[in-house]
Nanobody
């Protein structure tokens, strides 16, 4: 059973910083892409940032220049450094990982989410 556990959310003032962490546990032969999504109340879940196993990254336009995604393959972990936070960044942040169980079989897993609240 694979689990993704996020940590690092909280309450911060506008302009502040937070660092989210997500660690995958269980039987994990290989992790392909990892990503962070977020969902604000009444809105759809949206991609925030994505990183390939080799370290190539992709960001939503709204967070470019403020957020940085990184990963540690040895620890099965992905991180999101969030600087210059704005009230509109308030959301539940979810970790996502594509895990390769075998040559032809891979599955996307989600974490339980961590709340980020930015006050103005």
């Amino acid at each position: 059973q694979v689990q993704l556990v996020e940590s690092g959310g909280g309450l911060v003032q506008a302009g502040g910083s937070l660092r989210l962490s997500c660690v995958a546990s269980g039987i994990i032969p290989r992790i392909n892409d990892m990503a962070w999504f977020r969902q604000a109340p009444g809105k759809q879940r949206q991609l925030v940032a994505q990183i390939t196993r080799g370290g190539n990254t992709n960001y939503a336009e709204s967070v470019k220049g403020r957020f940085t995604i990184s990963r540690d393959n040895a620890k099965n972990a992905v991180y999101l450094q969030m600087n210059g936070l704005k009230p509109e960044d308030t959301a539940v942040y979810y970790c996502n990982a594509n895990i390769q169980a075998s040559l032809l079989h891979n599955t996307y897993y989600w974490g339980q989410g961590t709340q980020v609240t930015v006050s103005s």
